[in-house]
T-cell receptor
Framework: GNSVTQMEGPVTLSEEAFLTINCTYT??????LFWYVQYPGEGLQLLLK?????DKGSNKGFEATYRKETTSFHLEKGSVQVSDSAVYFC?????????????FGSGTRLLVRP | GAVVSQHPSWVICKSGTSVKIECRSL??????MFWYRQFPKQSLMLMAT?????????EQGVEKDKFLINHASLTLSTLTVTSAHPEDSSFYIC?????????FGAGTRLSVL
């Protein structure tokens, strides 16, 4: 079945450091891939998405490229800020599933120190 | 982006009572909404898929008589936790599909005493 694996956290960085959060997936079809962010006590916000191989999603300085050959969708940011501290979820949806259910990874907590 | 409103944001109730949580899509119509449960520091667990005008589809292991879902209109789905017990205390999050992206509510923290 379909699944998403994320690197375990927490990830602790100093402000302006480079961020990478690894995400790999297993899917029988051609999934769409997403990164969601959850700030403390809140629901999830869509950060970025990619719907086909080699697509690059980007938003607020974050980027992720859909790599079919390595089944990966790693999240990167060149210079993190304290306000980026949150939990980041990688997710996929199988476009063959008409309900567009999301399958989430376990989440990676990011803590950015001043 | 699309906005999903979830209400209430926090509810405390006595054991044995029922609690209703509302999920509304404010600026779009959603034929499909989802209900998730999240335990502290864990990922989201899909409870059920709610389809407007039809019965919800529950994930394996989720008690449909315990967690009643009603999707009576294209902008509103409700989750009722019936006869709540302390083990039902959790963070419940809804999402609405528009058309192939899920937009999430801010979540409801349920505390059962």
């Amino acid at each position: 079945g379909n699944s998403v694996t994320q690197m375990e956290g927490p990830v602790t960085l100093s402000e302006e450091a480079f961020l990478t959060i690894n995400c790999t997936y297993t899917a029988t079809g051609y999934p769409s891939l997403f990164w969601y962010v959850q700030y403390p006590g809140e629901g999830l916000q869509l950060l970025l998405k990619a719907t086909k191989a080699d697509d690059k999603g980007s938003n607020k300085g974050f980027e992720a490229t859909y790599r079919k050959e390595t089944t990966s969708f790693h999240l990167e940011k060149g210079s993190v800020q304290v306000s980026d501290s949150a939990v980041y979820f990688c997710a996929l949806s199988d476009r063959r599933d008409s309900s567009y259910k999301l399958i989430f990874g376990s989440g990676t907590r990011l803590l950015v120190r001043p | 982006g699309a906005v999903v409103s979830q209400h209430p944001s926090w509810v405390i109730c006595k054991s044995g009572t029922s609690v209703k949580i509302e999920c509304r899509s404010l600026d779009f119509q959603a034929t499909t909404m989802f209900w998730y449960r999240q335990f502290p520091k864990q990922s989201l667990m899909l409870m059920a898929t709610s389809n407007e005008g039809s019965k919800a589809t529950y994930e394996q292991g989720v008690e449909k008589d315990k967690f009643l879902i009603n999707h009576a209109s294209l902008t509103l789905s409700t989750l009722t936790v019936t006869s709540a017990h302390p083990e039902d205390s959790s963070f419940y999050i809804c999402s609405a599909r528009d058309p192939n992206i899920q937009y999430f509510g801010a979540g409801t923290r349920l505390s059962v005493l």
